[in-house]
């Protein structure tokens, strides 16, 4: 199968780096920079021109920046053939709005992806228009599983998807930002107070992944009565952090609606 990409950012690159026969890519990519970069670090082949990628590939990931994605469209729209099939990471774009731009002919998949997949440790939500082959979905599936976990989905969950797992990285990070701020302001450096805060996020999340420990016995464990966890959890257990990391989470729901 040849795979094609047109747009080679970060999140394309994500992607590529988990597929392992780089001899069946095929990249465009209009930056000569980045486009060498590519080439040379993978081995890829890469183009200028978007329809090289369409002309060649049966599965064309769509990885460009939403107001690109209309003037793509209209470069390759014709050239699609019975077979083929579009699988789009581009954020906010509806399978009907995909539709619109590009045609009825080539098969629809759209991938809500996450900035974890530079790690190939990312998560990714898969949902696919009527009459796109079961074939294609599983080939994309395939693909995005070498690059962390997948889930199939209906299109009416990708509002939530997005606000968990799409924006999810920033609302992570920042926990460990406060988390490390917290620990300078109790004495310790910097870079160890990030450290500290990173690798226990880590190796909590990893322990909780690979054991498949329910949430709440795990947090009951570790707060031993009278202990130093359980004194903290007298903050954090309030209802008010709950209901913030809620209203986060439908606030960054709603704009993606609106943005759909």
């Known amino acids: 199968m040849k795979i094609g990409f047109l747009g080679g950012g970060k999140m394309a690159e994500g992607i590529l780096s988990a597929i392992a026969d780089k ?72 399978l009907a709005r995909l539709r619109g731009f590009f045609g009825k002919t080539p098969g629809l998949v759209r991938v809500m992806p996450n900035l974890a997949l530079r790690a190939n440790a990312g998560m990714c939500a898969v949902c696919s228009a009527p009459k796109t082959s079961k074939a294609a979905v599983a080939a994309v599936t395939r693909i995005l599983g070498g690059a962390g976990e997948t889930v199939v989905l209906k299109e009416k969950d990708f509002d939530a998807v997005t606000a968990l797992s799409g924006s999810g990285p920033a609302y992570f990070a920042y926990m460990e930002e406060a988390m490390a701020e917290g620990g300078v302001k109790l004495g310790l450096k910097p870079a160890v107070a990030r450290l500290l805060a990173e690798q226990t996020m880590y190796g909590t999340a990893k322990f909780l992944r690979e054991s498949g420990m329910e949430l709440r016995p795990f947090i009951e464990g570790v707060c031993t009565k009278g202990g130093t966890t359980a004194a903290g959890m007298v903050k954090l257990g309030k209802p008010a952090f709950k209901k913030i990391v809620a209203d986060t989470l439908a606030a960054a729901a709603a704009r993606s609606r609106e943005l759909a």
């Open 23 to 94: 001899r069946s890519v095929i990249i465009a990519e209009r930056v000569p920079e980045r486009a060498r970069e590519l080439a040379k670090k993978y081995g890829v082949a890469v183009t200028g021109d978007v329809k090289d990628v369409v002309k060649k590939a049966s599965l064309v990931f769509l990885a460009v920046k939403p107001q690109d994605v209309g003037g793509v469209a209209d470069e390759i729209r014709p050239l699609f053939k019975k077979g083929q099939t579009l699988v789009s990471i581009v954020a906010g774009k509806t």
